[in-house]
């Protein structure tokens, strides 16, 4: 499956954006898909998964309240809605489809390329 972000920018502390991500390929497959970051000189870190049928979502401590995810399978979209953004949320963020489930990078099969988001103060 092919992975594709979007929706990445510049926003201002407190600010809102909203990130898609768009699969293509072997869509039929029954993926639970996530988000995870990456700023320069750290590691890629988990922000958010949710589950092939959109009922269950889990998030990082770090966004929980302020990020939400969702999907559309009709569409083969996952969108992640990211409110009160902070200057620490400044990253790139990917999204990744599993076969499986969980929160670490390892688990996920396939990526999408990054997308920026910088959030000044």
């Known amino acids: 499956v092919q992975l594709q972000a979007s929706g990445g920018g510049l926003v201002q502390a407190g600010g809102s954006l909203r990130l898609s991500c768009t699969a293509s390929?072997?869509?039929?497959?029954?993926?639970?898909m996530g988000w995870f970051r990456q700023a320069p000189g750290k590691e890629r870190e988990f922000v958010a998964a949710i589950s092939w049928r959109g009922g269950t979502t889990v998030y990082a401590d770090s966004v929980k309240g302020r990020f939400t995810t969702s999907r559309d399978n009709a569409k083969n979209t996952v969108d992640l809605q990211m409110n009160s953004l902070k200057p620490e949320d400044t990253a790139v963020y990917y999204c990744?489809?599993?076969?499986?489930?969980?929160?670490?990078?390892?688990?996920?099969?396939?990526w999408g390329q990054g997308t920026q988001v910088t959030v000044s103060s």
């Open positions: 390929g072997r869509t039929g497959t029954r993926y639970n």
């Open positions: 990744a489809a599993t076969g499986g489930r969980g929160s670490a990078v390892y688990e996920y099969d396939y």
